[in-house]
């Protein structure tokens, strides 16, 4: 039988020591148990807005190199003459050799032997530790060639803005080696390796690579962990390093990574000679770009389109830009919108980019890419544009296996590899706009 309290005989007996109040949460905590769920939830963004406008060749690579010939020049042996006149001297087509070097991108992870028993089954782990590093090192390698796919083939993630003598604090601007003081940090992050290069000649500043600590919430500073070396001089190139010991620069991204937009759609900005074709001596090979454009408007948009298929035969399919270039060009129809509902009772100043569809100039379909440069809108015919496959993507197991054990070490690692490069047989069927005018909202958080 239970035995239940009286209060009013213990507190006559005197025992007025007993105090009984409402049990709190703080009270119960030991008793509680924490509910896990049964995934990982993965938050990072990792779009991609480019890579489906390219038609996919492979087995074409000879060497390290595609190598075919490209029609530059026309044969201009032609001219209207009299009765029994002069006939003009003949000429013929210009031709040159495109050549596409190759372009390798690799991934890595390393696991003990202790974490892959550990997290074997559900009873252990959310998710077994080899198939969430597996998974998540290709997200993340995409993730890169995405960058990759905007810039120009050079790997700068941005420029020492300033000379930092021996501090651990870099000052940067002009992100992917684009002219801007917003946001120089936004593709450098923390636990990234990163060397300095002299931009006058390549090298590797002797001083080596360095280990990203953090970036600052402005922006525009970065912090390493060890004393930045004498020789970082301001404007040098920022790109990624194999390793924080890294001395060489062959063992950097400079001059390693795949042909971007910045390159494939120039004037000679960025790329004067592009596969083999000096643009210079081909301006037919250069793309026509709009320079320092300010305020968009339609008129220099639709200039854009009239002039890609006047120089290239081009007609423009995509536009591609950053989101704040297209909040511009939102701006720009701001005038034209209608705020108002079905029943005039339930005004809506958005479009249908505030859900991330696309919107369009033309009825052509405008996408946004975080990885856009700041202040550009690319405006692309993808009839030329080829990428060149050697290896789609895979886990390397050469030796007949994936997994390959570390020496001295009870521990594994596996490489993932992807060998390609783009390009971009009529650069003129496209066009560009610089310097759009453009508010950027600066979040490095990804």
Same mark, same amino acid.
């Given at each position: ?100 070097? =190759? +372009?390798?991108?690799? %991934? $890595?992870?390393?696991? /003990? *032997? ?10 252990? &782990? ?77 090298? =590797? +500043?002797?001083?080596? %690579? $360095?280990?990203?600590? /953090? *970036? ?10 060890? &004393? ?219």
């Amino acid at each position: 039988m239970y035995a239940f309290l009286n209060l009013d005989v213990l507190f006559a007996s005197g025992l007025g020591f007993l105090i009984l109040g409402a049990l709190d949460i703080s009270a119960y905590d030991a008793v509680l148990k924490d509910v896990y769920e049964k995934t990982i939830i993965d938050i990072l963004n990792s779009k991609t807005a480019l890579l489906d406008m390219f038609q996919k060749e492979t087995g074409m690579w000879e060497g390290r190199q595609v190598i075919y010939p490209l029609n530059l020049g026309r044969n201009q042996g032609v001219m209207a003459t009299t009765e029994n006149g002069t006939l003009p001297d003949a000429g013929s087509q210009q031709y040159v050799q495109t050549k596409i070097p =190759i +372009r390798f991108n690799h %991934a $890595r992870i390393q696991l /003990s *032997i202790q974490v892959i028993k550990a997290s074997k089954s559900s009873k252990g &782990a959310w998710k077994r530790a080899m198939d969430q590093e597996m998974k998540g090192v290709v997200r993340d390698l995409t993730h890169d060639r995405n960058r990759q796919m905007f810039g120009w083939g050079l790997g700068v993630l941005a420029l020492v803005n300033t000379d930092p003598g021996t501090g651990t604090t870099i000052t940067v601007d002009a992100p992917m080696g684009v002219a801007g003081a917003t946001n120089g940090a936004r593709f450098i992050r923390a636990n990234m390796n990163v060397a300095f290069i002299n931009p006058s000649n390549g090298a =590797i +500043r002797s001083g080596g %690579a $360095r280990a990203v600590s /953090s *970036i600052g919430s402005d922006g525009t500073t970065f912090v390493i962990g060890s &004393a930045c070396d004498a020789a970082v001089a301001d404007n040098d190139y920022i790109v990624r390093a194999a390793k924080s010991t890294t001395a060489v620069v062959g063992d950097t991204a400079y001059n390693n990574e795949c042909m971007g937009a910045l390159g494939l759609f120039d004037d000679t900005t960025y790329v004067t000679t592009l596969n083999n074709v000096n643009r210079t001596t081909y301006p037919v090979f250069q793309t026509y770009t709009f320079a320092s454009v300010g305020p968009l408007s339609g008129d220099i948009i639709q200039r854009g389109c009239d002039v890609a298929e006047q120089t290239g035969e081009g007609e423009l399919k995509y536009f591609v830009s950053h989101h704040s270039v297209r909040r511009a060009y939102l701006t720009l129809m701001e005038s034209d919108r209608r705020y108002s509902g079905g029943d005039l009772q339930s005004p809506d100043a958005g479009t249908k980019a505030a859900k991330m569809k696309e919107v369009t100039f033309g009825d052509i379909p405008w996408r946004v890419d975080k990885m856009a440069p700041y202040g550009i809108l690319f405006g692309i015919d993808p009839s030329y544009l080829t990428r060149w496959v050697e290896v789609e993507g895979e886990w390397a197991d050469d030796d007949g296996t994936i997994l390959l054990r570390l020496q001295d070490k009870d521990a594994y690692e596996a490489r993932f590899r992807i060998f390609d490069n783009f390009s971009n047989d009529r650069p003129a069927a496209s066009v560009r706009w610089d310097g759009i005018t453009a508010t950027v909202v600066v979040v490095n958080r990804d």
